[in-house]
Each structure stands twice: as C-alpha cells, then as structure tokens.
C-alpha cells in the first residue's frame, strides 16, 4: 500500500481473475480453502483458457489511419471483457464471460482518443473506456445489442506524470497511469498523491476520477474528488479543461459533474492533482471490544474527536477472525496515524484512551491483549497481509464454486447499527435458503466520518452449482433492499457501474436523472459512451 | 461573528444600502470619510427614498390562492430590486436602480414555493429567488425584457431549523434561515453551523449553498459545500431530494449540480447540514511583515503544514493600515486557532515561530511590536472591527461619490505573486487615467491552501460624477482581464451573479456549458428561474 512493491515486469496479468497469475492460490490452496466452507466443491474448477471462448473475428476494421492505435488479438480482447467482480470471475470459470469486445485501442494521447471517438460515432461503435480494469461493479463490459461493435479503449499507453510543481504541490498525470507508477514518478519529488485503494496496483488515476474512488485511509483526505486542481475530457463534443484553481466558487463545480461520471459523459485524459509530502511519522495500534455496537460509538467519538486517525477501522468478530487480527469473538479497532511533520504517538495514544473509555480493550504489550486478542502490531500486520491477499484468495473460493464477494454503502450514525444487523439477518438468511448452508456476512467499517461511516460486508458462502453469478445475484438484490431500507447509498466507493444501476435508479433524485440525461444527450449525441452506465 | 450580537426586532433593513439603517455613517462620517480620498465629492448623496422611483403598478396579479403569499408593496418591491454590490448602492444613489420586481413572494412552505412556480411557468413570469438579499455579484436582479413580469421570491419565511441529530451532528434547516436565527436555533443544543461569511447577519443558508458561499475560516472546513449531507430543490421539473449521506460514490453528486446553481435550476428549500461542536478553546496572534512576498512564503508554509489554522489572512500594508492593523508599512499575517476539545496555543505557538522563519516579526507582549506593528489581541481586534463595519463604511464612501468596492478570487500558488502584482499596477493605472486621482488597491488573502490562495482585493477611488456604476463596470472589466491572463478564478466565493457572466462565460469550458444549459432546458423548460445567472 506504500507503492514501493517491487514489480517485476515479466509477470503476466489474469485474464479472468484478480492481479498476477503467479499470485493465484494454486489447486491444493483452492482446496484447503473450500474445506471450510461447507457446501462448496470438492476439487476446483480449472482455469479458463482463451482458446475455448472461440473468438470470432471482430465486427469491424479501423481505418488506416487509426490501425497503429487498434488491436484484435483474441487474449487482449478476452482481458478487456469484463472487470474484477465476484460475478465476473464466476462467468469467466463457467466458460460465459461478457461480451467480447470486437477490438482494444491503446490511444497514445489526447488526439487518439478524440479521433478513436469520433470513428466510433460514425460507425455506430460502443466505446468502453477502461483504466486497470479492476472494477467490481461491472463498469467495464457491454451489455446490450444497440451498437454495431465494441471498442474496449484502454488508457493504460497515456501513463506519464507530465510536470510536477514542488512548490504548489500538485502534478499534471495522464489518465492511464497505474497506481505504482503513479508514486514512482513522484516519489524523486519528494512528494505523493497518497491515494491506496485496495486496487491500488491495477487501477488507473483516470478510472479513480471516474468512479471517485476512495483511498485507503478511513477519515479526512480519502477521496480522490478532493485532491483534483482540474482535468480535461474529451467528449464527442469536445474537449473540457478546466482551469487549475485550489477553489472556486464560480457555477457548479465542472469537474464535479465528469468525477464519478464513470466514462458516460467523456474521456478524462489527464489530471492536475493535490499532492502531498511523504509522511514519515507513523504508528498504529488494535483496540478489542467484546460489544461491537459499543465498539461503534467508540468510533463515531473519534470521528468526531480531532484526532484524524489515517487509518480506523472496526472490524467486526467474523471479519477481524477472518483476517486473523483475533480469534475469540472480539471485534477489533485497528488505528493508524501520520504525518509528515511531527511524531504521531501522543494522538495514537489519545484515540486508545478513547476507545478505552467506550470499553475497548488495549495491550501495548505486542502479546495478545487480556481479551484474547493479539496486541498492537501482531493484528495490524496480520490484518494488512489479509488485505492485499484478499482479491487472490476470492478467486480460489470461486474455483470451488463458491460464493465470495464483497459490497459496500455508507449511512449516517443513526442508521448504522440496524443497518449493519439487517444486512447480516437478512443476507445471511437469503444465502442459507438458496443453498442449504449456512453462510458467513461479516462486516468491516473502512472510512468513517463525523456524521456517518462506511460498512463493507463480505459474504462467503456455498454455490448452488453451475450458475453462481445468478446466484449471487439473488443475494445482491437482498442486500440492495436492506440498503435502500435505510437510506444507506448504493455505493460509497466501488461505484455504479451495470452491477449497480437497479439500486442507483432508485436513489438518484429524478430531477438529476433528467438533467444527467440531458446532459449526456449533449456530449454524446450518438450514444457511443460506455452505453448502459448511469443513464439510458 | 460569532452569532452572538443582540438583534434587536425594530431596526430596520436599509433597501439601498447594506444591513440595519441605524448602522449607516451620517453625513459628518461620510464628509470625514471622503476627505480622505482625493477627488470625491465636498458633501454626500442624499439618501434616496423609495417615493422618488414612482414604482408602478405590478404588471400581473397572483391568482386568489396564491395571493396570500404575494406582495405588491412599493417599499418592499424596492427592497428586492437589487443586491448589495458597490454599483447596486450606486445605481440607487443615483435614482436608477435596477428594474423593481412586479411582486414579492413569501412562501411559507415547499408547496407554496411549487405553485409558484406552476403559476410563474404558465404566464411567463420570472422568478427571481432570494435570501438575505446580500448579494454582491448582480444575483438577486432582473435584466432584460424577455419576461412578462419579475416575481421575487423572498424565502425568509421559511427560516426554521426543523430537525436536529445530535448523535451525528447535523440539522435540517429552512434555506431561509439566516445566519443569526440559524446559530440562535443550534445553540441550545451545544452544536454550532460553524458558517460565518462577511454577510452572516444579511444571508440566509439557501443563499450560501445556491451560491458556494465561503465561510470566514482560513482553512478547513470553511466552504458550504463540504457541510451538506442532502438538499431538497424545488424545480419546474419536481422537487430533488438527495439521500441523507456521510459521503457517497454513486455517480456524479446530485447536490453538487445544485451547489452553485444560484436559482437558475431550482429553487432550494432546505438541507441537512453538518454541525460541529461550539470552539471552547481559541488563541491568536499578528505577525508583522516588511516585505510582502516573504510573508506569502509564510502563508504558503502555514497551509501546507498540519497546523491547520482557523484564521491564516494576510493583508498588505494598505488593507492592515485601512484596518487598523499596522500603520507603517508593514503586512500583517493575523493567525487565530480554534478547537472544540484541547488548548490551541502550542499550535499558535508553532504557527508564529514558522511565520518568524520567513522573516515576521511577532511581539506577544501586547504592545506595539519592534516593526512597529501591534502585536497580538491589538491588531486582530482592529481588523476584526474593520472586517465587520467595512460594508457600512463603504456605503458611506459611496455617498460621498467615490468607487468603493472589492472584488476575489482564487489562483495555485506559482500564480499568486504576480496576480496580486498584476491586479495592483493595471486597476490602479486604469483608476488614475479614469479619474484624475490616484486610486487605492489593497490586498488580502481570504483562504488559503496547500496549492493556492484566495486574494481578496479592495479599490477605493474618486468617482468621474453621475454614472460611478459604469465607472466601476470599466475598471472591474480591466480586473478580469488580469484575472484571466493569471488563470485566476472570476470568483472564489462571490458568486457570479449577473455581473460575472463575461469572466465566466469565458473560464467555464464549453463542453460543460453545454451539459449545463441542457440541465436547465431539462429542469426549466420555459425559463423561469433566475434569467440571466450562468447559462441563457
């Protein structure tokens, strides 16, 4: 999560799972995994090979003067296909992934894309702008039959930092930079955009602005809304480029209309973002709690306290079991502060008495705390190495026909409690009559606010065979009553997508779907955009 | 500021000038007053009366069951015609104020605010939504004739706090509150807005949002935008009403369409709004400046540091000798820190010794410091008396025929010193060739951030006798020529009014012109709200 992983350039990308091929669990893993999920296969299902899609030859040619920027090759195409969802992953095992699009274009700048666009607006051509493909929301596939081909445009050749200003602190990055070397082109600077999602090594700072994505750290500057100074995006009907401003008051933000606008209303070429200096005073800690809802106020108190904590994150008894951070049924707290300019000890060591004083239990001894629960760094180690893994170990769940997926919401304070009891019930119970066995929901709280927090439940469970995505599809659709329920948004981070659109129907003000809409009707008159994303 | 000032219930509201009539200078002021300013005149306007304008029977009449929310009195049609910019108060001054409304509205409710509309949309008639009436940008007039008659609807009558969460610190408050009553409301339940723009007194939270107002603090949470968990818009097209959230990813933020929309899309009729807890613990302190440009290195320093003060304005030695701060040439740097749960002075202490490594001079003995300067409480207390009083003295010097007025804006930090150069050399030249007489241009930084600043500037100069509005329009259009050279915003948080049309037809970019007249055509299909504001 620091972006210093050494990266060796020789290792190949999966097609239909997450990350690095070599990092996959291999059968024996798979195996040892789906043992303890009752229900689930006995041997996995084997790893899926481009040769048997049988893909066809693409259903239109680029002229000439584009043919330098476009490919057909069937491995490329099967990689731009879809995106890094449960459901996606469970379609490309079974042999049905989504549609393959017809070509891949890899535009070197700024003019590669507005000609690539405006080819596919003469020939009636659905262009899916794609940044690491790691969306989990299905924001990168075509689903439909309106359009006469499916142009895949990967940003991933626009990935430079063009200039850097030390003084102001902010940069001018290409759309398609990945997360890595994003940080490696300005950590000679001194400086860093500081902005870790959890996909952090397969997305891009163009597929972060469009789905506003957020970081890693649970309070204050998370949301890579925050850190953009301006941007430009190319439309059907031109260019937009904002001016680069630290504020303004003048009209409703431009940007803000393109950020979250998940490649439906144009191009984000490139970016001016907010930097900030390295931080070099780090420390964390773990906070056990036998009362999860006690261990919810502890953390609403430092939400609202001014500590800030980098990092706060509630994990509930399954989850900080799951991760390994305790073992006994304690809900554990994980806290991290930093900061470039001074020792962040005495705030960590105020956010501790706090939870304290809300009935958490702490043992800066590094043993396991009186609770049960390992002390200080053990759990907050064994809770990072869970999460980078987590993406892997999902893949081989899948490959034995399971169930493994996550989702994620954000509700004010006064919602959170029931809301997080009612997605567990009701999940959990929807898994158990579909498949005979009983299910684990678990939950985590991954950004938390003065007003509300951001819980992300994970649900692990039996497949029905032969037809998991369906299945989990049944599930989402319960989960995504439970949200609406409470008034508890669709996404907070993982953006709308396709996956998302039933529920994002019915949150969406009808006003601004008519005003979105017309919007769009304005930049892409043709209707070429990432058709299906957002509007209709 | 604090929104502790006693509001006695029978002062009366100047309808040519700013705030309470009782506050106006008298004519021995404004005679001592232009005394100081070369060329102006030897005795002051007369206060303009409302019987002078021969106002003029409303050219339409609400039907019976809307006319209990309806006036057609003068005074009050009077009231509403304009804002409160310097070429408002001129124009009346002079006789000529912009066009006076037909009719003043009150609605009571959200209903009353939608038939109006209805009844606006079918006879034609333009709607004109208004707060406190404070605006400074040309925002709350009608210019033009493409309407058959100008409705004002004042929503002062909506001025409750309706719910208050205490739990999670936020309100649903009336868009037309205004500041006082709305602080007045929240303080019996320890909890504070926190929002505390010049105009505090004379704005109403519907026109902070309408128009992405800026709040007094420096740094942090000052800008209205961030407080929002929902809003509710009357539109010609029905009412939006967001979801009550900490934060969310679902698609681009419908509220942040509406934030700015300054009554050209709906009309908004109230929020959800974040709270903090009421500042227990404040400090502050002034350090004085010789040379102006180390002192914005300073203030370049400060906001990229953690120290986050409450209070980072800067003013050159005009404005801190205007004020009362300095008297000798000096900038002054006035610092102040706030916080709701621990003491502030170790962070002013920081703050005063990084501002003294780029050569400020503080003496916190509370005499006048080495430079000259009064140190501390001395100098924050003149300009904070200054700050408060500025707009009444204005009105003073407009009687007196003389340019008064201020203009902001916001620029990246590579961009500021020669911004603030810029706008200095070329609007005072432009002043002096105008008039005869050499013209004051003051600077000081309202806001700052790690990657910018905001400057804030203040002309005083002679008028050329009779038409001081279209005087003003020359010199200001002189400013935004710098302003766009510089890349500088045509406001930070002044809105854009009718008066900033040119500078933001120009720095708006045309693909998002475009989405957002299709936005207005698809909310406002017969061009009722607001004619003239952002879009055509």
């Known amino acids: 999560m620091d972006g210093t992983t050494a990266r060796p350039t020789t290792r190949a990308r999966s097609w239909w799972g997450w990350g690095w091929t070599d990092a996959h669990p291999d059968d024996a893993e798979c195996v040892a995994m789906g043992a303890l999920l009752p229900g689930t296969l006995g041997r996995p299902l084997p790893v899926p090979r481009i040769r048997d899609l049988a893909i066809g030859a693409p259903a239109v040619e680029p002229p000439p003067s584009l043919a330098h920027l476009v490919t057909a090759d069937p491995a490329d195409r099967a990689a731009h296909a879809m995106g890094k969802a449960y459901r996606d992953v469970a379609r490309a095992l079974r042999g049905k992934p989504g549609r393959i699009p017809d070509l891949v274009a890899r535009p070197a700048d700024e003019r590669g894309v507005a000609d690539l666009l405006d080819w596919a607006g003469d020939h009636r051509i659905a262009v899916v702008p794609y940044g690491g493909g790691s969306s989990v929301s299905g924001g990168v596939e075509y689903r439909g039959d309106a359009h006469r081909a499916v142009l895949s445009l990967d940003l991933t050749a626009m990935g430079r930092v063009l200039e850097v200003d030390t003084e102001g602190r902010a940069a001018r990055i290409q759309a398609g930079t990945l997360g890595p070397s994003l940080e490696d082109q300005l950590r000679p600077h001194g400086l860093t955009l500081r902005h870790f999602p959890q996909s952090f090594e397969f997305s891009t700072l163009g597929g972060w602005l469009a789905t506003r994505a957020g970081g890693h750290y649970a309070t204050g500057r998370t949301h890579i809304d925050d850190f953009v100074q301006s941007m430009r995006v190319v439309t059907p009907a031109g260019t937009n480029s904002s001016w680069r401003l630290p504020a303004s008051g003048a009209g409703p933000s431009p940007d803000r209309l393109f950020l979250g606008s998940e490649g439906a209303l144009g191009v984000i070429t490139e970016a ?72 962040v000890a005495d705030r960590l060591a105020r956010a501790v008495e706090l939870a304290r004083s809300h009935g958490g239990r702490y043992d800066g001894s590094g043993a396991p705390g009186p609770g049960g629960a390992p002390a200080g760094d053990a759990a907050v180690g064994a809770w990072r190495s869970a999460f980078l893994r987590m993406p892997y170990l999902r893949d081989g769940l899948v490959r034995m026909g399971a169930i493994a997926e996550t989702f994620e919401t954000a509700a004010t304070w006064d919602r959170v409690p029931g809301l997080i009891d009612a997605v567990r019930t009701e999940v959990g119970a929807a898994a158990l009559e579909a498949t005979g066995h009983p299910a684990t929901v678990n939950c985590r709280l991954t950004h938390v606010y003065p007003d509300g927090a951001a819980p992300y439940f994970t649900v692990l469970a039996a497949g029905r065979g032969g037809d998991e995505a369906a299945l989990w599809d049944d599930l989402k659709a319960v989960a995504v009553e439970v949200l609406h329920r409470h008034r508890a948004t669709i996404t907070h981070h993982h953006a709308v997508g396709r996956d998302h659109r039933p529920g994002y129907d019915r949150q969406r003000p009808e006003p601004f779907a008519l005003a979105l809409r017309a919007a769009k009707g304005a930049l892409d008159p043709r209707g070429i955009l990432n058709p299906g994303v957002l509007v209709d």
């Open 272 to 343: 001016w973002m907010r930097l900030q200096e390295r931080p070099r005073h780090k420390a964390s800690a773990a906070v056990a709690f036998t009362d999860f809802h006690a261990a919810l106020r502890a953390v609403r108190a430092l939400a609202q306290s001014d500590l800030a904590p980098a990092n706060c994150r509630l994990l509930d008894p399954g989850e900080a079991a799951l991760s390994g951070a305790a073992q006994d049924g304690c809900s554990v707290l994980v806290l991290g502060f930093e900061s470039a300019h001074e020792p």
